[in-house]
């Protein structure tokens, strides 16, 4: 089942001589489940596309449907809120917040909605991730591989449609790169998550079962490893 449906996304910045093309035409498609890398060095378009995504941008032309919900209808309310129960983000500088726990900080997007957690879900993710015994302890007293992990299973609490994970290993070091990278499969294989890694490194790519190169706002190479 398709889940992600682009359909010639353009996103143009500026204009007449200072105009710039950052997406040129974007077709893609991701089915519930899949876990998709988008690989491309910066200023290949990769981080534009993850914005519309996230319907933190809107695309100049073309459009997105997201679990079937076109982004270009939301007005900016709707589309925060759409975002927060639909679309989850693990950033490469976590967000966590410093005075809550790491219990609350994944909590969050519920405790937005006024939501109880499902306590057999969050201690299935939490458990998947390792981080069961780190729960009542503030962010800057965790490893920045504890904290991306805090970070992804905030993104998951709400069992969103899909996950972005935007260059979610750029911060770390080689041993936390991998185990975040595992982490993410983890995810993909246990709760049946869809995710789209974003990256510039190609061997975090490898990760995925699918690599849909991005360069100079175009696909350019959309393969399946598996």
């Known amino acids: 089942m398709e889940i992600l449906k682009c ?13 710039t093309t950052a997406l040129d035409g974007i077709d893609l498609s991701v089915s519930r489940g899949e876990f998709v890398a988008i690989l491309g060095a910066s200023g290949s378009g ?12 809107k695309p100049t032309d073309g459009k ?10 939301l007005n900016q309310t709707q589309a925060a809120i759409f975002r927060r129960r639909k679309v989850g983000l693990v950033y490469q500088f976590y967000n966590l917040i ?3 726990t790491a219990r609350k ?18 201690d299935k993710i939490v458990g998947a ?6 729960l009542d302890l503030l962010p800057n007293q965790l490893s920045g591989g504890q904290q991306q992990r805090v970070a992804i299973a905030r993104a998951l609490i709400y069992r969103p449609a899909l996950l972005l994970a ?48 991005v360069e100079d706002g175009r696909i350019i190479s959309d393969e399946r490893r598996r």
């Open 166 to 213: 935007d260059e979610p290993t750029g911060n770390l070091d080689q041993k936390n790169s991998k185990e975040v990278v595992d982490m993410l499969k983890l995810s993909n294989r246990n709760l049946e998550q869809t995710i789209l890694l974003i990256t510039h490194d190609e061997k975090v790519a490898m990760a995925a079962e699918r690599i849909v190169t």
């Open 46 to 57: 990769k981080s534009t596309l993850l914005h519309i995504l996230g319907s933190v941008d």
């Open 64 to 73: 997105v449907i997201i679990d079937g919900t076109d982004l270009s209808k």
């Open 105 to 122: 900080n994944i909590l969050m997007p519920l405790a937005l909605d006024k939501k109880k957690p499902n306590k057999e879900y969050f």
């Open 98 to 100: 410093p005075t809550l």
């Open 129 to 134: 991730l390792g981080i069961a015994d780190k």
């Open 7 to 19: 359909e010639g996304v353009r996103k143009v910045y500026g204009s007449g001589e200072n105009q």
